[in-house]
């Protein structure tokens, strides 16, 4: 059998919690911000959990 190979893009972009969740961050916060509103930029900007929906492809593409 081949190895499992963890997806690289999605080491990038998750995090595993202590608790064994799933961390991430926030899309559309890279550019194109002079027509979103200060308070839409600034809730973008603090991290959050996957939802539990996309919990197990997750963590398959993180080989979990």
Request: proline share 2%; hydrophobic share 35%; aromatic share 4%.
């Amino acid at each position: 059998m081949p190895k499992m190979k963890t997806v690289s893009s999605a080491k990038k972009r998750f995090r595993l919690t202590a608790t064994g969740k799933i961390k991430r961050k926030h899309a559309f916060k890279s550019h194109i911000l002079t027509k979103k509103a200060t308070k839409r930029k600034r809730n973008l900007t603090h991290s959050t959990l996957v939802d539990k929906d996309n919990v197990k492809m997750v963590k398959k593409m993180l080989c979990i």
